[in-house]
């Protein structure tokens, strides 16, 4: 696909201090409007502390000074994030407020809501790509030991139907979708939980008020097992990697799981979308 996927937290940020320095060099100040504002903000429709919220931060850091005086980070998260999206559509169009957004608000929620509060395609203006996002499935304490792979964790559910729910990041986003398909192939009855970005879901998942959660992999990796209560297990991802970057099955969630698969695909195949900036046309 020509960009590369940010497989691990590390290239995660060194990704956000390479897209900054763009920012810096004045990439953004092309797109946005001729007089540099005192004060930018950049929303993001997902609370503090998660991936795209670290990547977001990291991006500013590296705006201040050159895109504007000041680059503010503001967590709105709420209604599968279009909180984040009305705020910045309703913002003057003077370039001092933009959105870090998912793919998902432009091409998917078009198709699984019925009615949107915004135009996807006349309210915002796109401003740069940002990043390429993969998933993976994580489940807790609340899933025996015994399961291992996505296989194990379909059986399991099959079994023990009044434990088998599952998180999301928003109701309708790729997450969501992705289990809920894969879940839908394999006869599977699971329940879907949506919450206000990846933190609070994982936090339920941790603590055994949910099986499992599916998210991008960045928001699971911090909570990968080490010992201790809560840990996580990341059981799939939805893109196979080449390299040693996560301890999973290496089948994924975009193919038929009843032979655990392992073929190699290309980074970002699919189970992925992309992090753009986006502003008010």
């Known amino acids: 696909m020509g960009t590369p996927v940010i497989q691990t937290r590390r290239q995660f940020l060194e990704a956000g201090i390479a897209a900054g320095a763009l920012a810096g060099c004045g990439f953004l100040s092309a797109t946005a409007s001729a007089q540099t504002p005192g004060i930018a903000r950049v929303l993001i429709g997902a609370p503090a502390g998660g991936a795209g919220d670290s990547f977001l931060r990291k991006l500013a850091d590296k705006m201040r000074g050159g895109y504007a005086a000041s680059v503010i980070v503001e967590n709105k998260p709420g209604a599968a994030g279009q909180i984040a999206l009305m705020a910045t559509r309703d913002a003057a169009p003077d370039g001092g407020t933009m959105l870090m957004t998912p793919s998902t608000f432009f091409s ?107 998210s991008p992999i960045g928001a699971l990796t911090p909570h990968l097992a080490s010992g201790g209560p809560g840990d996580t297990r990341l059981i799939n991802l939805s893109t196979v990697y080449t390299g040693r970057e996560y301890p999973c099955d290496r089948s994924t969630l975009r193919r038929q799981h009843d032979s655990g698969g392992s073929g190699r695909k290309r980074p970002g195949d699919g189970g992925c979308h992309y992090q753009s900036l986006r502003h008010r046309r």
């Open 108 to 214: 998917v929620y078009p198709h699984t809501y019925p009615k949107l509060p915004y135009n996807p395609e006349t309210d915002f203006a796109a401003v740069s790509l940002l990043a390429f996002t993969n998933f993976g499935l994580g489940v807790g304490p609340l899933v025996p030991e015994s399961v291992k792979d996505l296989k194990d964790f379909l059986a399991w559910a099959k079994a023990n139907p009044d434990k088998a729910t599952y998180g999301s990041p928003a109701p309708g986003s790729v997450p969501h979708l992705i289990v809920a398909a894969t879940a839908k192939l394999n006869n599977v009855d699971l329940r879907h939980v949506p919450y206000r970005g990846s933190v609070p879901g994982i936090q339920d998942m941790r603590g055994g008020q949910i099986a499992a959660m599916s």
